[in-house]
């Protein structure tokens, strides 16, 4: 045998297949969510939102937030925010029905960061939660959060909100 079969082959072999390995274990997890995210038509898309103000929990926001698939996770973004707020978050899907994940606001000079939670209500139309950032004096603060595929199903969410003994106090 000579010294490239011995010695240099297995080596060679070793760092590919180390490498390969590598590769897969990033790539494979991020195409089999990207793939079955995409099949999920029901939380892609653009959605109606509104939220509680951390600063005043009289005041809602509203906005539009697209949902979309970023990296093998769902990526929802917003837009037409009343109250000029810009941020973005990636989640997970759990269970079917349950959405969790981390948001964080694209304003350099903001930076607010925080973590959400989402039940879709069975209709698959609306979807209630609640979101944990800090206020403009950097309390910790829970917030009531509403997603909704059409304005006029907001009202559903804040009632089911009611019903179910959250925060949210009309």
Same mark, same amino acid.
């Given at each position: 045998?000579?010294? *490239? @079969?011995?010695?240099?082959?297995? $080596?060679?072999?070793?760092?590919?297949?180390?490498?390969?390995?590598?590769? $897969?274990?990033? =790539? $494979?997890?991020? !195409?089999?969510?990207?793939?079955?995210?995409?099949?999920?038509?029901?939380?892609?898309?653009?959605?109606?939102?509104?939220?509680?103000?951390?600063?005043?929990?009289?005041?809602?926001?509203? @906005?539009?937030?697209?949902?979309?698939i970023?990296?093998?996770?769902?990526? $929802?973004?917003?837009?037409?925010?009343? #109250?000029?707020?810009? =941020?973005?978050?990636?989640?997970?899907?759990? @269970?079917?029905? !349950?959405?969790? #994940?981390? =948001?964080?606001?694209?304003?350099?000079?903001?930076?607010?960061?925080?973590?959400?939670? *989402?039940?879709?209500?069975?209709? #698959? @139309?609306?979807?209630?939660?609640? +979101?944990?950032? +800090?206020?403009? *004096?950097?309390?910790?603060?829970t917030?009531? =959060?509403?997603? +909704?595929?059409?304005?006029?199903?907001?009202?559903? #969410?804040?009632?089911?909100?009611?019903?179910?003994?959250?925060? !949210?106090?009309?």
């Open positions: 045998m000579s010294a *490239f @079969e011995t010695y240099w082959f297995p $080596l060679i072999l070793a760092v590919c297949s180390t490498a390969l390995g590598a590769w $897969l274990s990033v =790539w $494979l997890p991020k !195409y089999l969510s990207t793939r079955r995210y995409s099949r999920r038509e029901d939380l892609l898309g653009v959605w109606d939102s509104t939220w509680q103000d951390a600063d005043d929990a009289n005041q809602w926001v509203t @906005e539009k937030v697209e949902i979309d970023a990296d093998g996770q769902l990526r $929802l973004r917003n837009s037409d925010n009343v #109250g000029g707020y810009r =941020w973005q978050g990636t989640c997970e899907l759990y @269970e079917d029905h !349950y959405l969790h #994940g981390t =948001w964080k606001s694209l304003k350099k000079a903001a930076p607010s960061s925080g973590v959400f939670s *989402f039940l879709m209500l069975p209709q #698959g @139309e609306v979807m209630v939660g609640q +979101a944990m950032g +800090a206020d403009k *004096f950097g309390t910790p603060r917030s009531d =959060w509403i997603l +909704a595929r059409q304005a006029a199903d907001i009202d559903i #969410g804040k009632k089911w909100l009611i019903k179910h003994a959250t925060y !949210y106090r009309g």
